[in-house]
């Protein structure tokens, strides 16, 4: 009998809040839409998080002891050929991710030196912000492929100090504006002009409706990590009855989190006064926001303006170094783990024998620096690609997000097969009968989809700046490496078909 000592409802609920809700997802929400992004956050906890959630849950119950991860669902669910490519889009969702993050990472590093994002002044050896900045990235991406391959991913255990601060930034975030609320006289710098406040962005770009159902990716994004979830059915106590009672109220405060972060940044930022200039972007946003926070209290504590503006330097020094830390951490495990999960959790004969060969740490080195390789060739791509520093990081967060949200529509379609399966272990279910099956799978697949295809044509029908390139760079990824993952299967196949 096993001693291992089960999730609670309540414990089961904080698993699931610590690793879906992000603390920068808020500031990115509030630049793109202010007040008006707290619907759509909620609109996107009804219609994905909760049925994608209890879908996952099922997944990973079934499966509790297959070690393939989600090829294993796909596969046994489908058919081996679905199954491979739905996972190899998976893993370039993190090729995306970290060609994103090394860019990104410069900033919390120049906001901790600094005390504001300096990226958009680099100039090096005659190259522009957005060139000098992209071989940084490629030098950052090469540094950290050099040391993981030697097996020193310990330094992860460092930078999860670096999560557990930027979790305490929500707090600060949220004492703060209280106190500037309180001290202002429950005035808001952006005010709140009844319903108008959030159904319109403030944001001239948010104008139409295909930028507005587009920015449903992000609230997706948001509710990321979902996947992860199916692995703590088996770890719950009554997980019939405390796995979806725990989706559901998690779901709830992770919504009600989000809409309590956008109303809090309006307690101390106005829109038009802070957001609408050029050097602000995705990539900075949190760090204006926090910065501006910290100024927003001395002004509000009765500080004179050179205080208020060191206070404001503190907030984002500290943001960055939190920032920093996190995502370091993030990079020294994703840079190698789902690498791991595709080489190893499918068929090894798909792969060239040096993929699949690893250190004496334990590491695919070669795969590693393959990969690094391929990063290092998207970045140069998108940063010699005559870009300004403010488009780049915005072309990165929307290539990001829907590389990352891609993923779900492979899980999700392939769900009515694994409910038909009747082989397969179905003790643990939530959806009892075919047309809530087919209902909930809709449900995703078309949020996932329609946000998907709002966001990758809205930058060519954006005035007065149509931006073409950016729908070019969101739809050539999934397809490139969608159409790679074909062939691989396929000469994998014919290669088998001639070993027997």
Do not use: C
């Amino acid at each position: 009998m096993s001693n291992t000592k089960k999730l609670t409802l309540i414990g089961l609920i904080l698993m699931i809040f610590t690793s879906v809700f992000g603390f920068a997802n808020a500031p990115i929400a509030f630049y793109r839409m202010g007040y008006a992004a707290i619907p759509w956050y909620i609109f996107a906890a009804i219609v994905f998080f909760i049925p994608f959630a209890l879908m996952m849950a099922e997944y990973g119950a079934s499966f509790k002891n297959e070690a393939g991860g989600i090829y294993s669902w796909m596969e046994k669910s489908v058919n081996p050929l679905y199954a491979f490519i739905g996972t190899f889009m998976w893993f370039t969702s993190y090729i995306i991710w970290m060609v994103g993050i090394s860019s990104k990472v410069w900033i919390p590093f120049t906001t901790l030196i600094f005390g504001a994002d300096k990226t958009q002044d680099f100039a090096f050896f005659g190259l522009n912000a957005t060139q000098s900045l992209g071989l940084l990235a490629i030098f950052w991406m090469l540094l950290v492929t050099f040391f993981a391959s030697k097996g020193l991913n310990k330094i992860t255990k460092i930078t999860s100090l670096g999560g557990i601060a930027v979790t305490l930034l929500n707090v600060v975030l949220l004492v703060v504006s209280v106190i500037i609320l309180i001290l202002n006289g429950g005035q808001f710098a952006q005010p709140i002009e009844g319903v108008q406040s959030f159904i319109q962005s403030p944001n001239a770009d948010f104008s139409n409706a295909f930028s507005i159902l587009g920015f449903v990716i992000f609230a997706i994004f948001a509710y990321g990590g979902l996947e992860a979830v199916g692995s703590l059915v088996d770890q719950t106590e009554k997980a019939e009855k405390n796995f979806p009672k725990g989706i559901m109220i998690s779901a709830l405060i992770i919504a009600v989190g989000y809409a309590v972060s956008l109303l809090m940044w309006g307690v101390s930022t106005n829109w038009d006064m802070v957001l609408s200039g050029d050097r602000v972007n995705m990539g900075n946003i949190t760090y204006i926001l926090m910065h501006n926070l910290g100024a927003e209290l001395g002004h509000a504590l009765g500080t004179t303006a050179e205080t208020a503006a060191n206070i404001g330097r503190l907030f984002a020094r500290v943001t960055g170094l939190s920032m920093f830390l996190a995502y370091t951490g993030g990079f020294f495990t994703l840079i190698y783990s789902p690498l791991k999960t595709l080489i190893q959790g499918t068929p090894k004969e798909i792969w060239p024998e040096k993929l699949t060969r690893v250190n004496e740490t334990g590491m695919p080195a070669y795969a590693m620096w393959v990969q690094a390789a391929l990063v290092s060739f998207i970045i140069g791509l998108i940063s010699f690609g005559g870009k300004g520093a403010q488009e780049f990081y915005n072309v990165l967060t929307l290539m990001t997000n829907v590389a990352m949200t891609l993923p779900y529509l492979f899980l999700a379609g392939a769900f009515p097969y694994f409910k038909k399966r009747t082989e397969l272990d179905h003790s643990f279910a939530i959806f009892k009968t075919e047309r809530t099956t087919k209902f909930v799978t809709w449900v995703v697949m078309i949020t996932v989809g329609f946000a998907n295809i709002f966001t990758i044509i809205e930058p060519m029908l954006r005035t007065p700046h149509a931006a073409p390139m950016e729908t070019v760079w969101m739809i050539s990824g999934p397809i490139i490496f969608a159409s790679f993952a074909f062939w691989l299967y396929r000469r994998y196949e014919k290669k088998m078909q001639k070993h027997q």
